[in-house]
């Protein structure tokens, strides 16, 4: 067994440090989290921040080490490939935790919500329980929770939101192309145009939040109609968010001059993970605006 | 050794020695005392003997390789690992049995969910850890309820620190203060709810259970075939007393169910049914104070026949 | 040949502990899984043990129910996330890049990272038994909303199954990178080990329900804390909604669970029968039949939720379903032992158990499917011996038999033939001691999760209960035999069972720290 073109079949790593350090961060940031909501507030808080230091110090040198590996093009075709194989079921992971709150939005509105008014087989459910109820949408319930509110329209931010995540799209992908063919100007300017799209429609999410709170009358406490608008659109904000910040990490590498027309696959993984908050962001509009 | 191997005929000889205490093992799902119950426990029975003829397949073949296949008589192994037919036979003969035990099942959930055209509606409530029950009229207004809870002599017993012996309470975990009381030969809706967590309100002999889901009401009816004393228990965990709110039941006489219901709806009992009332009930015996009903309690007790 | 390339190369393990921390060799990270899961198997034991004190007679003796109540959460939230997948996992860490012919996992970092993550999330569960109020009391499905009453110690409960969570997702995609990219040349997918197939699928299965647990759990938090009404009927929410998102997950959890060991299974029972698998290709289909299916029958736990008859209906045809490809796994095992040559060495003692066993639960399972007969078997005794009999009587057959089978290739040594066969029988009789009689108690009216019983349940309690202590201390064999194994024991050869076929047993016994770095030839 030759020991040379051994090593040269496939790039492993050995003794990774960062793995561990990670975990135990994580572990107190969700720790210190726990705590707080508990109602250890002081104690809890330490905990978390402790814990997202110790996280976030992991994180850029784990990445810095895989960032060096990679420009000293110490991965080749077949590493590269276990990366995307890596990505695309990351990415189908995501689809799925997505899955289980659109889920939970139709199974409320087809389900819960007729049952409630004694539909199917809950006649007594209506008769005993919740005389009069009518399903309807938006609702918050027979218990009318969170007193009255006005729904959403698909008009006003929120087609704007479709708007700048459309150009996004569009943005990253011109991005893309210009990297493949080597126009490296391109890449910085539209890698920075999208990454400031992604900024603007989380700044206008945070203001159509504010406007539904102080002006629509709706919260999270607004019955379902309310859970399932603030928690779909917050965490599909989130990934927004953590998308605009790796855009913002890849557009400071390829200002330092990293990747190339052949070797880029930091620079794609980010684009379909921008691509899939996008067709994400579809499913909400259509479903939590619009319908 | 050998007083090891002595202690087995002792083992042996207590096992089956003693059929007193074998008799009284109940091994198998009670037939029950409703239609329901009945259709199920023959649904039950029919699924058991189907599996136990596949059992018989199944373990046939695995012990007749496992005999006669052994290195010690067969040197060489044959190579074969394809055989289209067969794949064939064992794809489509599970499917078929399949659908002989479909067709029943299918048919017995369609009576389960019969609800219609019922004599009597009663209410019935989890909370943790009792039971409410509420008599409903024509207009599913409650008419006369009452809460049902474990009884004192099982919650004597119901201690750890000293731990108490159970035994000298023969319901222990199985009685209630007051039962639900039903009248036999009606159909008897059961609408069930729950105030806080979910339970499950279960008596086997009423052929099942149905989960007692806050906000929502789910049903199950019956319609019970003999007077007697039927014992159940939530079904759902729901806490650190959810072993200790059983459900009891008890199906009296018609008549005395309804002279019953009248006399409690105007207030000339001393409150909900004890056991022992309701045992008394049962027997057909009416106690005094319920007699001599009104013209206008009989008018109540027509009420909630429907 | 082995010791010197590893020393050559200089990418042995390094020194101490730090090894076991910071290691991406997927060996050590498979035996650090096993060597959790094997310590989570006794945790979860001693739970059982209590659970099974407790309930040897009625009244109470030992714990007060609320900690009865608890014991019986960690127990079944222990035994599945922190012994079963585990231990899986470990199996699939050790083989599948073997099988494949691959240097090692094809994300060897992230696959350090996916199990200290699980150490994380099962330290955090386990902590909960220690806070104020105790742990979650509403077993390991957290239907809401009863687990909203947890007290003091809920964020963490849900925070923990994140974790492991987040553990399972980043390891399955970490198998299927291997499967999809790391085979070696000529290994086509339907060539591939039956055990690399039931992984293979079990990933996906995991790819997609875990996250839907992770949105389950997390919508109870959101519940609980900041006043969302997913499960509250009077915001128009539901319970019956959790139950939905959790089975989505749980059903094809069991899956997760099972698969893998028929996997196992399929590899030993061919090299003891001295016969190829029979129907390889049927088997094939028939794993992705299965978890094809059981994404399409969650509901089947909820019959007694008041579903409208239609579902109910749709949910039993799709349930019965399954026993169709599930069928086919056992008729095929059976057929492969036909006409063959066979021996019983440990491992196929434990795999001819496990045809016995599983069957028995999956003869239950087909009896449960059928709605109108699980009105009365839903949530009673009855249902605790079926899973037992797939889980314990399925899945933990397999991983001893696994053990036993795949031991000698992995230490180097042969494990104790005798203690392993006494190990076995004790194991498979006092199984059925502890779980048959449950089968009357649920038929008889008996609730689960129960700390105290009627009186009439006594005598079938008493001997399950006998059974488990048996069950128990029988582990105590497989623990000696398993440790000492891996100090000592007579030298295993390369092939170590003369029938036994694959990537794996070509190379030396021990397994060198570096494996395939080469790629091997696969006719
Ligand atoms: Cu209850």
């Known amino acids: 067994m030759s020991s040379h073109t051994g090593a040269q079949r496939y790039f492993i790593p050995h003794n990774s440090p960062w793995s561990f350090a990670i975990t135990v961060g994580f572990f107190a940031l969700l720790f210190g989290t726990a705590m707080l909501l508990s109602g250890m507030e002081k104690s809890g808080l330490a905990i978390l921040c402790a814990g997202a230091v110790v996280m976030i110090v992991c994180m850029v040198g784990w990445w810095r080490l895989v960032i060096h590996e990679s420009e000293s093009r110490t991965y080749r075709a077949l590493e590269d490939s276990s990366f995307r194989w890596g990505m695309v079921f990351f990415i189908f992971s995501e689809v799925c935790f997505f899955g289980a709150f659109f889920g939970a939005l139709f199974y409320s509105r087809l389900f819960v919500l007729p049952f409630l008014s004694g539909a199917s087989n809950n006649l007594f459910t209506e008769v005993l329980l919740w005389p009069g109820f009518v399903a309807q949408w938006p609702s918050n319930g027979p218990g009318n929770l969170g007193g009255t509110f006005e729904g959403m329209t698909p008009g006003g931010i929120a087609a704007m939101n479709t708007a700048l995540l459309f150009i996004s799209a569009v943005t990253v992908t011109i991005a893309h192309w210009g990297l493949k063919n080597g126009h490296r100007n391109i890449v910085k300017v539209f890698l920075a145009l999208t990454f400031f799209l992604g900024f603007t429609f989380v700044v206008s999410q945070a203001h159509e939040y504010i406007h539904a709170y102080q002006q629509l009358g709706l919260t999270l406490g607004s019955g379902i109609y309310g859970t399932t608008f603030f928690v779909l659109t917050g965490f599909h904000g989130t990934h927004v968010t953590i998308g605009a910040i790796a855009l913002l990490v890849i557009w400071v590498r390829v200002m330092r001059g990293h990747f190339d027309e052949h070797h880029h696959f930091g620079f794609e993984a980010i684009a379909w993970y921008w691509h899939f908050v996008d067709v994400v962001w579809l499913g909400l509009y259509l479903f939590v605006y619009w319908l | 050794m050998t007083r090891k191997l002595a202690v087995l005929p002792i083992l042996c000889a207590a096992l089956f020695a003693a059929p007193a205490a074998w008799a009284d093992l109940q091994f198998n799902m009670p037939r029950g005392v409703t239609p329901i119950s009945h259709q199920i426990y023959d649904l039950h029975m029919f699924a058991f003997w189907m599996m136990v003829g596949l059992g018989v397949v199944v373990y046939g073949g695995l012990m007749w390789t496992v005999i006669f296949h052994r290195r010690s008589r067969r040197k060489k192994a044959s190579q074969f690992h394809e055989n289209a037919k067969v794949e064939i036979v064992w794809t489509t003969l599970p499917f078929l049995i399949l659908v002989a035990l479909a067709i029943p099942a299918s048919i017995v959930l369609v009576n389960t969910q019969n609800f219609h055209n019922s004599d009597l509606k009663v209410q019935v409530t989890g909370y943790q850890w009792l039971w409410q029950y509420e008599y409903l009229d024509k207009k599913a207004e409650p008419v006369y309820g009452f809460y049902s809870r474990l009884s004192l002599a099982s919650l004597k017993r119901m201690s750890i620190d000293p731990p108490k012996s159970p035994w000298t309470d023969p319901h222990y975990l199985w009685d209630v203060n007051h039962p639900m009381i039903v009248p036999v030969h009606k159909k008897v809706l059961l609408l069930i709810t729950s105030g806080d967590v979910i339970h499950s309100f279960w008596v086997t002999e009423f052929g099942g259970q149905v989960d007692a889901i806050p906000g929502r009401i789910t049903q199950w009816w019956i319609n019970v075939q003999k007077p007697g004393i039927y014992r159940g228990v939530c079904n759902q965990i729901c806490g650190g007393g959810h072993a200790y709110m059983p459900v009891v039941v008890v199906a009296v006489p018609q008549d005395a169910f309804y002279r019953w219901l009248a006399a409690s709806r105007a207030g000339r009992t001393s409150g909900p049914p004890t056991m022992a009332q309701a045992k008394a009930l049962m027997h057909g015996n009416v106690p005094l104070a319920l007699n001599g009903a009104s013209s206008s309690e009989k008018r109540l007790a027509s009420e909630v026949k429907s | 040949m082995s010791t010197e390339a590893t020393t050559v190369h200089g990418h042995g393990p390094a020194p101490g502990i730090m090894r076991w921390i910071t290691t991406t060799n997927h060996k050590d990270i498979g035996t650090l899984y096993l060597t959790f899961s094997f310590i989570m198997l006794f945790v979860g034991g001693a739970m059982a ?114 974790l492991m969570g987040i553990s399972s997702i980043l390891g399955s995609i970490n198998i299927i990178a291997t499967i999809l990219n790391l085979r070696a040349p000529g290994m086509k997918l339907l060539k591939m080990p039956l055990f690399c197939w039931s992984w293979f699928v079990t990933a996906f299965l995991l790819i997609v329900i875990m996250p839907v647990l992770a949105g389950g759990v997390t919508m109870l938090l959101f519940d609980r804390f900041f006043g969302t009404s997913f499960f509250d009927a009077a915001g128009g929410g539901s319970p019956v909604l959790f139950q939905h998102v959790f089975w989505f997950f749980g059903h094809p959890e069991v899956y997760v669970m099972i698969l893998p060991a028929f996997g196992i299974i399929s590899e030993i029972i061919p090299t003891f029968s001295r016969k190829p698998i029979f129907g390889y290709t049927a088997m094939v289909y028939a794993l992705a039949c299965i978890s094809f299916i059981s994404f399409a029958v969650w509901a089947h736990h909820m019959f007694t939720s008041g579903m409208p008859t239609a579902a109910n209906l749709f949910f039993m045809y799709a349930s019965m379903l399954i026993a169709v490809p599930t069928g086919i796994k056992i008729f095929n095992w059976i057929a492969t032992m036909w006409r063959g040559s066979l021996t019983f060495e440990t491992p196929m003692l434990f795999a001819t158990g496990f045809i016995v066993t599983f069957t028995i639960g999956g003869f239950t399972g087909v009896m449960m499917a059928l709605v109108p007969a699980d009105f009365q078997y839903h949530n009673s005794y009855f249902i605790v011996a079926h899973f037992h009999y797939v889980l314990a009587g399925g899945t933990l057959m397999a991983l001893f038999g696994g053990i036993y089978y795949w031991l000698p290739k992995w230490t180097g040594h042969m494990y104790l033939e005798r203690l392993g066969k006494t190990h076995f029988w004790l194991t498979i009789i006092s199984l059925n001691v502890l779980f048959f009689p449950q089968h009357f108690l649920g038929l008889a009216g008996m609730p689960r999760r129960v700390p105290d019983y009627a009186l009439q349940f006594t005598d079938f309690n008493l001997i399950s209960s006998i059974g488990a202590f048996v069950f128990g201390a029988s582990q105590l064999l497989f623990l000696y035999n398993v440790v000492r194994t891996v100090h000592r024991g007579k030298q295993a050869t390369d092939r170590v069972w003369e029938g036994a076929h694959g990537l794996e047993w070509t190379v030396p016994s021990p397994a060198p720290y570096h494996t395939f770095q080469e790629a091997p030839d696969v006719k």
């Open chain 3, 49 to 162: 043990m209590v659970i099974r004190s407790e309930l040897a007679q009625p009244g109470l003796q030992i714990v007060n129910p609320d900690f009865f109540n608890q014991m019986m959460t960690l127990h079944g939230l222990v035994m599945i996330f922190g012994v079963l997948m585990p231990a899986l996992v470990g199996f699939a860490n050790w083989l599948v890049p073997m099988q494949v012919g691959a240097p090692d996992m094809a994300l060897p970092r992230l696959n350090n990272w996916s199990f200290w993550l699980l150490v994380a999330g099962m330290s955090m569960l386990l902590s909960t038994l220690l806070m104020p109020g105790g742990a979650m009391e509403m077993g390991w499905t957290m239907y809401a909303p009863q687990s909203l009453q947890t007290p003091f110690s809920f964020a963490f409960s849900i925070f923990s199954i994140h």
